[in-house]
C-alpha cells in the first residue's frame, strides 16, 4: 500500500517545531512503533534538535493540546507522551542507513573514488573528443556534481548531452559559442560513458545504483514513518531532489511520509512543487501556538539593525546585549551566523574573556585548522618554486619542526636573519640559487648585513634536505606517487602534538583527519588512475579535499547557543541575534553549473534561482520571529579589512510594526564586559574578581599612569631630531607614521622583480649626484641650450658607468629607465631639458645638502624651534642672489609637500649663520614621472612660511601624541605596509 503523504503547514516557526516535536512522540495506539526518521539539513541541526527533544519533552514536559494531536491526526500515549528517539538524518545520511537496512554487500562509493574515476574517465574521452578547456582538477569536481544533478533530476545524461549536441550542430557553423558548446558536449558524452563503464567495474555502489537496487528489494530496508523538514532542491541545496521524491513515493514499507513547512515557506511555492510530484497528498494546516510577541532590538528609529565595526565587534555587542539582559537561562539565547568562521574563533576568545559561556554544536572547516593550514604552505614552498616568502613563512609555522644543524630549535632571530639576507641577496626562488647564494655566503660575498650571514647559513642548513626531498615534486609524476612524497616530507617536518599543548585533542582530530584524506586520496588514485600529471593537479585536488572535510568542535553543554542559520530553526530561544548580514553572505551567492547557460538546463528541472531567492527571504523571516521575546540584527562594517556592505534581506526587518520595536539604551551598548574592556576603562579596578594575578599587576600599573588620552592619543613626548619626509607621513596617515616610528614596526621585506623600489630610486638620486659632480668638475655650471649635445654625452658616460654597479639581470631595465625608449623620454634627457628651460640662472650647485640644527620655524603664535635633520637633494644659487632648494621625485608630483618650504627655512639659516643673505628663488620638485617635472611649490616667502607652519603643526601634533587613524585618503591603506596593526578605525565616519 503506498505510503500516506501529508504536506503540513505550520503558521510560523514555533508551530512548525511543536508540529515535528508531536510527530516525534510515539501515537497512543502503537507503542511498538519503529521510530521516525527526520531528515534535516545538516548535522548542526540534528544536534539542536536532539537538544529540542530532550528539553522540551523531558524537561519542559511539554504535552501537545489535543487540538494539535487531532489536527495531525497523532493521538499520543494518554498518560504522558513516550519520546521515540528519533534518527536525525541528513539526506545523504537517509542514503546511508538505506544501504545498511538492505545490507547490500557492495559498499558505497566515496565521492572522492568518483572524482578520481572522472579523471581517468576524462582523460580518455579528451583522447578522441578534444575538451574546449584545459582539464584541469576543478573541472573534473564540477563534471561529476553535472552529471549528478542531471541523474538526481531524473534525467539521464547520456541522452540529455545527445539532444544538446543535436541542438548545438545546427548553430555551430555561424556561432562559435555554439561551436564551443558543441565541442564541450561530445567530450562530456564521452566523458560520462567513460565514467559509467568504470564505475560500473568497482566494487562498490553509487546512488543512483543504490535507488535503482533498493527499488527492486522487498526487504524492509526504510522505516514506516518519515518526517522531511526540508524543501525540495529548488529551494534548499539539503534539499530533496525529484529522484528522491519518486524513490519516497515508491516505498512499500513506507506507511506515513510528513513533509512540514511554514506558511511563508508554502507561501513561496513548496507544497505547489511537491504536489506536482504527490497529486495525492493530504494538506494539513496548523495555526498559531503562541502569541507572536517577538519584538525587534533597535538603536535608533531610522535604522533597525546595529552596525559593528568588524565581526569581532559584533561578538563583543552580543556579549554586552546578554550581560545586560541577564537572562536566568543562557541556554535561551542564540548568536545566529550563517558562516561559522571567523565568529566561532572570534567567541572562543571574546566570550571566555566575557565570562560567558558558550555551546554549539558547530563544525568548521578542516582547512581552516592551524595543522592542516601548515600542510599548505608545505604545498606552497613547492608550488611557489622555493621562494623566499614560501620558505619563511613554512619556517614560522608553530605546527613546523626544523631543527638547527646541532640539533637545537630554530629561534625566531635566525629565522628573521635568514630572511634579511634572501631578501638583500634578492633570492626569488630555486634550490640551484639558494645553493649558489649559500657558497656565496660562505665565502663573505653578500648585499647583506655581516652580522645577519652566520644566523642565515645556519637555518640554510637546517632546511636545505627538506627542499631537496620537495625538489623531486617538481617533476610530473602519477599522483599517487606525489601524495606518497609529500606525506613522506610532511612527516619529516611537521610539529607532533604535545600532550601538554593546549589544543592537543583538537591537533590530534586535525592530524588524524589529513591522514585520512591523504591516504584515501593515495589509494584512490593508484587504484584508477595513474596518469602522470602535473604536481598542481594533484595538490589543488588535496587541497580541494581538505576544504571539503570539516572538524567538529568541543561542543560545552550549557551557555548561549552559536549556531548557524540552518540549525537555529531547530532551538527554542527567547532571544536570538542575527549577525553577518551581510551582501553576498544572507542569502548566500549560488553556485552556477559552469558547463551550461540557465535557459539550456531549465528543461531538466534545473534548480530554479528565483525559487531559491524567495525561499531563502521566507526561511529569513521566519527566523526573525523564531525567539519568543527579543531579536536583535548586527551589520558589520568591514569584513577582513575590506568595507562591505549590508544585506538586502535587511528589508523583511519590516515585518516588525513601530509597537513591536524595542530601543535600547545607548549606556547599555558601551557597558565593560571583558577583561581587556576592565583593563582599558576609565576607571580601571585592580581588585575585580576577574583579573589574575598578570592583569591585576597590569592593572594597578596602568592606574599610576596619566589618564587615558582616548583612541589614537599616547602620552605627550617631546622629539629630538625630525626629517620633513617623516613628518609629511604624518600628514598622510598619522597612525602610519606612529607604527613605523614610535612602535618602530619593521615593515615585511618584499620580494620585487628588479630593483626594489627605494633601491631603485636612491640609484636614480646617485646618478644624479655624480653627473653633476662630473659638469662642476668640468669647470660648468648651469647648462645653456648651446651645452645640450655636450652634457648629454658627459651624462650618459657617467649613467653608463653608474649602471656597471648594477647587478646585471637589473641593468637593462635601469638603462631603458635613464636613456629611454623610442616611446618613452628617459629620465637624463628629461633633467637636462629641464635645466635648459628653468634653471640657466644658476651660479652655484650643493648636491646631497646636509641639514642638521636647529631652526627657528614660523608657527601660529609666532615662531618655534625645532631640530631638523636631513639631506636636501640640491641647493641653487641663482645669479640674482636667489636660493633655490630642489628635491628629486622617481614618481610624479607629491600631494601634500613640506619639504622646499621648510628647507628653505633650514638653508637660509645656515646662510645666515656664515653671514651672508639670500633671497627665495621658485623651489619645488624634479618630478621625474611628470611630462613636465619641475613643479614649483614655493614662489614667495610667503608660501615657504606657510608649509614650515604647517610643519610646526604636524610636529606640536606628534608631541602631543595625537596619532589617529586618519589617512589622507582612504586609497593610501591600499598600499600600506601597516595593515596588520592598523583598525582602521575612520571606516564608519564618512
Ligand atoms: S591602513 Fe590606512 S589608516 Fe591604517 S595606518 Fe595604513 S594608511 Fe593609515
Keep these: 500500500m503506498p505510503a500516506v503523504i501529508r504536506l503540513i503547514q505550520a503558521d510560523d516557526l514555533d508551530a512548525w517545531q511543536r508540529v515535528v516535536l508531536t510527530l516525534c512522540l510515539a501515537p497512543g495506539d502503537r507503542q511498538d512503533a519503529d521510530a521516525p526518521v527526520v531528515v534535516v539539513p545538516n548535522r548542526a541541526a540534528a544536534e539542536q534538535w536532539r537538544r529540542t ?59 572522492l573514488t568518483r572524482e578520481v574515476v572522472m579523471g581517468a574517465s576524462a582523460r580518455e574521452a579528451a583522447r578522441s573528443q578534444p575538451p574546449p578547456f584545459a582539464l584541469r582538477p576543478g573541472l573534473l569536481a564540477e563534471m561529476v556534481r553535472f552529471h549528478d544533478q542531471v541523474e538526481r533530476l531524473g534525467g539521464d545524461t547520456a541522452r540529455w548531452l545527445d539532444e544538446a549536441a543535436a541542438l548545438l550542430a545546427d548553430e555551430a557553423a555561424s556561432d562559435r559559442g555554439a561551436a564551443r558548446l558543441l565541442a564541450q558536449s561530445r567530450f562530456l558524452q564521452a566523458a560520462c560513458a567513460a565514467f559509467r563503464e568504470r564505475i560500473g567495474a568497482i566494487d562498490g555502489i553509487d546512488e543512483a545504483a543504490l535507488r535503482a537496487t533498493l527499488l527492486g528489494i522487498d526487504s524492509c530496508w526504510c522505516v514506516p514513518h518519515l518526517i522531511v523538514t526540508v524543501g525540495d532542491h529548488h529551494a534548499d541545496p539539503a534539499g530533496l531532489w525529484p529522484v528522491d521524491l519518486d524513490l519516497l513515493g515508491a516505498v512499500p514499507t513506507l506507511s506515513r511520509l510528513d513533509v512540514v513547512a511554514t506558511r511563508r515557506q508554502v507561501a513561496e511555492g513548496l507544497f505547489t512543487r511537491l504536489r506536482r510530484q504527490w497529486p495525492d497528498a493530504v494538506e494539513v494546516r496548523i495555526g498559531r501556538l503562541r502569541p507572536s510577541d517577538t519584538r525587534l532590538e533597535t538603536t535608533s528609529t531610522e535604522q533597525r539593525w546595529m552596525t559593528c565595526r568588524d565581526r569581532e565587534e559584533e561578538v563583543l555587542a552580543y556579549a554586552r546585549r546578554i550581560k545586560v539582559l ?174 601538554a599543548d593546549e589544543e592537543v585533542s583538537r591537533t590530534r582530530r586535525t592530524q588524524a583527519s589529513v591522514d585520512e584524506v591523504l591516504e584515501r586520496l593515495q589509494t584512490a588514485i593508484a587504484a584508477h588512475d595513474r596518469a602522470v600529471v602535473p604536481v598542481r593537479d594533484t595538490f589543488t585536488v588535496i587541497r580541494r579535499w581538505i576544504e571539503d572535510r570539516t572538524l567538529a568542535l568541543d561542543r560545552g553543554e550549557h551557555g548561549v547557543h552559536l549556531v548557524d542559520v540552518e540549525a537555529a530553526r531547530y532551538g527554542t530561544f527567547d532571544h536570538v541575534w ?100 576592565a583593563l582599558l576603562a576609565a576607571a580601571p579596578v585592580p581588585d575585580a574578581p576577574l583579573f589574575d594575578p598578570v592583569s591585576r599587576h597590569w592593572a594597578t600599573w596602568r592606574l599610576d599612569r596619566p589618564p587615558r588620552q582616548g583612541i589614537g592619543h599616547t602620552g605627550p613626548a617631546v622629539g629630538e631630531r625630525y626629517s620633513v619626509t617623516a613628518v609629511e607621513r604624518y600628514l598622510q596617515c598619522p597612525f602610519q607614521y606612529f607604527a613605523s616610528r614610535v612602535l618602530a614596526l619593521r615593515e615585511d621585506a618584499e620580494d620585487e622583480a628588479g630593483l626594489p623600489a627605494r633601491d631603485a630610486g636612491l640609484f636614480v638620486h646617485d646618478v644624479l649626484h655624480a653627473c653633476f659632480a662630473r659638469w662642476h668638475a668640468l669647470g660648468q655650471t648651469a647648462i645653456g641650450p648651446d651645452q645640450h649635445a655636450r652634457a648629454r654625452e658627459v651624462f ?60 627657528h620655524l614660523p608657527a601660529a603664535d609666532g615662531t618655534r624651534a625645532v631640530h631638523l635633520r636631513g639631506r636636501v637633494d640640491r641647493v641653487d644659487w641663482t645669479r640674482d642672489g636667489g636660493l633655490r632648494v630642489i628635491d628629486y621625485k622617481t614618481g610624479r608630483k607629491p600631494q601634500h609637500a613640506l619639504q622646499p618650504g621648510v628647507y628653505v627655512h633650514a638653508v637660509i639659516a645656515q646662510e645666515r649663520d656664515r653671514g651672508r643673505t639670500a633671497t627665495v628663488a621658485p623651489s619645488g620638485f624634479i618630478a621625474l614621472r611628470e611630462d613636465v617635472p619641475w613643479i614649483q611649490a614655493v614662489t614667495s616667502p610667503e608660501d615657504a612660511d606657510a608649509q614650515a607652519r604647517s610643519f610646526v603643526e604636524a610636529v606640536d601634533q606628534i608631541e602631543a601624541g595625537a596619532f589617529p587613524v586618519r589617512p589622507a585618503n582612504p586609497f593610501r591603506c591600499q598600499f600600506c605596509e601597516y595593515p596588520g596593526v592598523c583598525r582602521k578605525d575612520y571606516v564608519g565616519d564618512e
Design 326 to 499: 541577564r537572562p536566568v537561562n543562557l541556554s535561551a539565547c542564540a548568536f545566529v551566523y550563517r558562516r561559522p568562521l571567523p565568529y566561532l574563533y572570534a567567541a572562543r576568545h571574546l566570550l571566555t574573556s566575557a565570562g560567558l559561556p558558550y555551546q554549539s554544536s558547530e563544525t568548521v572547516p578542516l582547512a581552516a585548522e592551524p595543522w592542516a593550514a601548515a600542510l599548505d604552505l608545505l604545498m606552497d614552498v613547492v608550488l611557489a618554486g622555493f621562494t623566499r616568502a614560501a620558505i619563511v613563512t613554512l619556517l614560522r609555522s608553530p605546527h613546523i619542526a626544523v631543527p638547527m644543524p646541532d640539533g637545537t630549535a630554530m629561534m625566531a632571530t635566525d629565522l628573521a636573519a635568514f630572511d634579511r639576507v634572501l631578501a638583500r641577496d634578492r633570492y626569488f626562488g630555486s634550490l640551484e640559487r639558494f645553493d649558489e647564494l649559500t657558497g656565496a655566503w660562505r665565502s663573505g660575498q653578500t648585499a647583506a648585513e655581516r652580522r645577519d650571514v652566520p644566523h642565515a647559513l645556519l637555518v640554510a642548513e637546517a632546511v636545505r634536505p627538506l627542499l631537496a626531498r620537495l625538489a623531486s615534486l617538481h617533476h610530473p609524476a602519477p599522483g599517487d606517487e606525489q601524495v606518497g612524497r609529500l606525506r613522506d616530507a610532511w612527516r619529516s617536518c611537521a610539529r607532533a602534538p604535545h600532550a
Design 796 to 855: 650618459a658616460e657617467v649613467a653608463e658607468q653608474s649602471l656597471r654597479t648594477l647587478p646585471p639581470t637589473d641593468r637593462p631595465l635601469e638603462r631603458v629607465r635613464l636613456f629611454g625608449s623610442s616611446v618613452a623620454t628617459g629620465l637624463i634627457e628629461k633633467v637636462l631639458r629641464t635645466e635648459i628651460e628653468s634653471f640657466g640662472d644658476v651660479v652655484r650647485r650643493a648636491l646631497e645638502h646636509d641639514v642638521d640644527q636647529v631652526v
Design 53 to 111: 527533544l530532550e528539553e522540551r519533552l523531558l524537561i519542559e514536559q511539554w504535552r501537545p493540546p489535543r487540538t494539535l494531536q487531532t489536527a495531525l491526526n497523532h493521538d499520543v500515549v494518554p498518560g504522558g507522551p513516550a519520546l521515540l528517539l528519533p534518527q536525525l538524518v541528513t539526506r545523504d545520511q537517509l542514503y546511508d542507513i538505506w544501504h545498511r537496512a538492505a545490507r547490500l554487500r557492495a559498499p558505497r562509493l566515496l565521492l
Design 578 to 677: 542575527l549577525a553577518g548580514l551581510l551582501e553576498g553572505e544572507w542569502p548566500e551567492p549560488t553556485t552556477r553549473d559552469i558547463f551550461y547557460p540557465s535557459f539550456m538546463l531549465e528543461r531538466l528541472g534545473w534548480p530554479d534561482e528565483r525559487a531559491r531567492a524567495a525561499a531563502l527571504r521566507a526561511r529569513f523571516a521566519d527566523l526573525l520571529t523564531l525567539p519568543a521575546r527579543t531579536c536583535g540584527v548586527s551589520v558589520p562594517e568591514l569584513d577582513q579589512d575590506a568595507v562591505v556592505r549590508p544585506s538586502a534581506l535587511l528589508d523583511e526587518l519590516q515585518i516588525f510594526g513601530s509597537d513591536q520595536l524595542l530601543a535600547l539604551a545607548i549606556d547599555d551598548l558601551a557597558v565593560p564586559v571583558t577583561r581587556e574592556d
